[in-house]
């Protein structure tokens, strides 16, 4: 396995237009790092296509150990735990972990590992389902119409029982603020680019998106929230 994977033999295996709109955002914003982790990877397909985009290692970890083929011979895939990542102090320069928060009982353990492992001057990249939303799993790829609905049923009935929580087995995630205020406990620099996500991933509705911004409806109508940061 190489450092990292070459773009050119990614292109013939892997694609995902909103994993390589997100590595357009870290790449902006983290132009000189070398080494990501992703912490909950899954299958491994979003961090092989992080490699593929930014061109540095890319390390991923998850709980079932799970991985593609494919990912893992072209990536560095680990069975770990978030709550205690099997990696030297300031190993990475970035940490990224787009939904996978809200399935870990003890988050602020894992917050406090992504902190412990990135570098001094670190970036972390941290998205979750948004709690407020009104309705979620939109832009599930291997979800039916009928699957979208039927879990979300699920969801307001948990809202009605006042079960919507992550610890109550809900897949809630944490509003803006309530994930704001997590991170804020851990990291010194807190920014949300929920509004950035979504401009970039959907690029050809970027007057609707800057509305729902603008008028507050984002915070009902956005089915993620995103925060990016410094250690």
Same mark, same amino acid.
């Given at each position: ?9 990614? %292109? ?21 790092s070398?080494?990501l982790?992703?912490v ?10 992080l490699?593929q985009e930014? !061109?540095?290692?890319?390390v ?15 990536v ?25 928060? %809200?399935h870990?009982?003890?988050y ?5 590992? !992504? ?6 001057t670190?970036?972390?990249f941290?998205?979750?389902p ?9 832009g599930?790829k ?8 039927q ?6 009935r ?13 897949h809630?995630?944490?509003?803006s603020?309530?994930?704001?205020n ?12 929920t509004?950035?996500y ?7 509705h ?20 995103y ?5």
């Amino acid at each position: 396995m190489t450092a990292f994977a070459g773009k050119n033999q990614l %292109e013939k295996l892997f694609g995902d237009g909103k994993t390589e709109a997100v590595a357009r955002i870290i790449k902006k914003a983290a132009p000189d790092s070398r080494r990501l982790l992703v912490v909950g990877c899954g299958s491994g397909l979003e961090a092989a296509i992080l490699s593929q985009e930014l !061109m540095i290692e890319v390390v991923g970890i998850d709980l079932r150990g799970n991985f593609d083929p494919r990912a893992a011979s072209l990536v560095q895939l680990r069975k770990g735990d978030a709550t205690h990542l099997d990696f030297e102090d300031r190993s990475f320069d970035i940490v990224y972990s787009y939904h996978a928060l %809200e399935h870990i009982p003890d988050y602020r353990q894992a917050l406090a590992e !992504m902190h412990r492992v990135l570098t001094d001057t670190g970036t972390y990249f941290i998205g979750t389902p948004n709690r407020d939303r009104l309705v979620g799993y939109i832009g599930s790829k291997k979800a039916t119409l009928r699957n979208k609905i039927q879990w979300n049923i699920s969801d307001w009935r948990a809202r009605i029982q006042g079960r919507f929580r992550n610890e109550l087995g809900a897949h809630a995630g944490f509003s803006s603020t309530e994930l704001h205020n997590e991170l804020a406990g851990v990291f010194t620099e807190v920014e949300e680019i929920t509004l950035i996500y979504y401009l970039t991933i959907y690029s050809g509705h970027k007057r609707f998106i800057r509305f729902l911004s603008k008028t507050g409806l984002g915070r009902f109508l956005f089915p993620s929230v995103y925060f990016i940061g410094m250690k």
